[in-house]
């Protein structure tokens, strides 16, 4: 990864864009205010922002002028992970800030959320709009005797009846938490029956690719099954009445209550998000208000630019933790384009019309969908007016060299691309976009700020260069306070403090190279050791998917009994595709050319899909589980796959074997 000279970046802001990204201007008041490093760039401020962790995140709540209804006594009275202690003594409310810009007269009429469907009509809610429903459903969940600390869940679409109802229940204090209407009742339940919901916000049905999907049947079983819910509540998605026993969604927002803040403490809880729960059940993390509130404040106001003239589209479900950051742009005072619908309907370019459509300024989307991208032919910047788009973002995996280049050739060549990795586990980045760094082909720019990111050998040792464990030795005010029904913490440290006790240990293959940027490689729990040289699967897909023939692709590597090490390639084959002797030597040749000889597969194989999480990551761990010969029951959460069905594939396979 080092080099001795280093390559040229594929884009380098120029001097205007530097001097008018807010990160600028932060750096330059925390230095006249707090101490911070006038000179050196994002580098310095970085260095700074971990090395004065308490002063940087007082700085960070002083620059967005967070309101604490009582002032904090400590920043950061323990600094102990797990178990970091924020802004102790302060109250504060997540809603009251996401709805600050409706105070002004001359944004009230301004567009707060500009929502789209499949048939492509953005349908725009102002910021007033906005809050007077946040205001009248709050009053309602009172009025139903929701108190803080309730958990009010979401059984939703990306809309903005999903939106309203996270603020509604922030507002009063309530703990929101949400999957998606293409989840079915055995996942929604392995998730909401842990939290015990009091209220369940529900639709009818959802619509995707073209076709309506009945979700009544599926709402029956949940409410049969969640024991806790007080109320259920209708939204009329696809026109059907509201079933006995539940309360209209229109009546509950008819109101013009003012909202009503309740002031919390600042580690009081936000929400509930899930890990996949691939291989049991779902870790059910819990993320607080003051936590969420600074951490999206500085990512999104500060890492991605973001503000009031900002449009802000991130393609996602409310079934991924990006659907909560994207709700955290109302923080920033952007307008937030919500999406329902399939990312390639009616045709693979559809998300580059909603940007068009929307006017967006940012764009987030999966690296995923920029390579099928890629592959489909397809030319954003000539069959859309993407002017407004000043930058593109990909997370979910790591966008491959190729996807950094068709983005540059092909949407702008002054295009920001900013690949970005994190986890639902903090719900925000640990390292990607800086307005005021160039983008290196393959990289992600930088690690974020207050995060002392780093790459660990086995022994503990810091790695520059070289592959090792992607490390955080400071605490992030988002990590989470506690899973749910974790009572002694045990779970919750399994996670993530086993490994290196006192840091926070990913999960991810990482370099740090020798400028600062990052490179992430894929999950270290799924990694291939051939050898004894280990290597992330990320590094393979890029290289395979490459090749017109084939459309996805999962890689597995094996310890066997024997001492031996089998590291099979599963393919899905591109429509008209056969895999013959021909391409298998193809493959071959390339994995043997753009990686290395160690990286060539034992045996190419042809699958007929490779199943994935229902946020769409490749599930490796539990294929790998199936192939050791572990029980389906015991390598898998069949709830968490989004085709159940491929899993047997490699079962009948591994048994093969044997």
Known sequence: MTSATPPEPLWTPGPERIAAARITAFQAWAAEHHGAPAEGGYPALHSWSVDELDTFWQAVAEWFDVRFSTPYESVLADRSMPGARWFTGATLNYAEHALRAAEDPARAGEPALICVDETHQPVPVTWAELRRQVGA????????????????????????????????????????????????????????????????????????????????????????????????????????????????????????????????????????????????????????????????????????????????????????MMWNLLVSGLLTGSTVVLYDGSPGYPDTGAQWRIA???????????????????????????????????????????????????????????????????????????????????????ELQAPSLGTDLQSWDPSGKPLVGEVGELIVTNPMPSMPIHFWNDPDGSRYRESYFEMFPGVWRHGDWITITDRGSVVIHGRSDSTLNRQGVRMGSADIYEAVERLPEIKESLVIGLEEPNGGYWMPLFVHLAPGTTLDDALRARIKATIREELSPRHVPDEIIEVPAVPHTLTGKRIEVPVKRLLQGTPMDKAVNIGSVDRPELLAFYEELARSRR
């Not at 390579?371 to 973002?393: E, F, I, N, Q, T």
Request: one cysteine or more; charged letters at 20%; hydrophobic letters at 40%.
């Open 356 to 442: 068009e459509l929307t006017k967006a300024t940012l764009y987030g989307t999966s690296a995923a969908y920029v390579m099928a991208c890629r592959k489909a032919g397809v030319h954003p910047s000539r069959d859309y007016d993407l002017s407004a788009v000043k930058c593109v973002a990909t997370t979910g995996s790591p966008l491959p060299p190729d996807g950094f280049r068709w983005l540059h050739d092909e949407v702008a060549e002054d295009l920001w691309i900013a690949s970005v990795s994190g986890g639902t586990d903090v719900c925000s980045c640990f390292a990607g976009a800086v307005a005021t760094l160039p983008v290196h082909i393959g």
């Open 137 to 320: 459903l709050a009053a309602e969940l009172r009025a139903l005797g929701v108190r803080p600390g309730d958990r009010v869940s979401g059984y939703l679409p990306n809309i903005a009846e999903a939106a309203v109802a996270l603020l509604a229940t922030a507002a009063v204090g309530g703990v929101w938490t949400s999957c998606a209407p293409d989840f079915g009742a055995r996942s929604v339940l392995d998730r909401f029956q842990q939290v015990e919901p009091v209220v369940l916000f529900t639709v009818d049905g959802y619509r995707y690719g073209g076709k309506e999907h009945d979700r009544r049947e599926t709402v029956a079983e949940l409410r049969a099954e969640l024991p806790s819910l007080r109320a259920v509540v209708h939204i009329p998605l696809l026109g059907t009445p509201a079933p006995e026993g539940t309360l209209a969604w229109p009546e509950l927002v008819a109101g013009d209550a003012e909202p009503v803040f309740e002031q919390v403490p600042f580690e009081h809880p936000l929400w509930v998000l899930y890990s996949s729960g691939t291989t049991g059940l779902p870790k059910a993390i819990v993320q607080s208000q003051g936590g969420i509130l600074l951490e999206h404040l500085k990512q999104l106001g500060l890492h991605s630019d973001l503000g009031p003239q900002d449009r802000f589209f991130w393609f996602t479900s409310t079934g991924w």
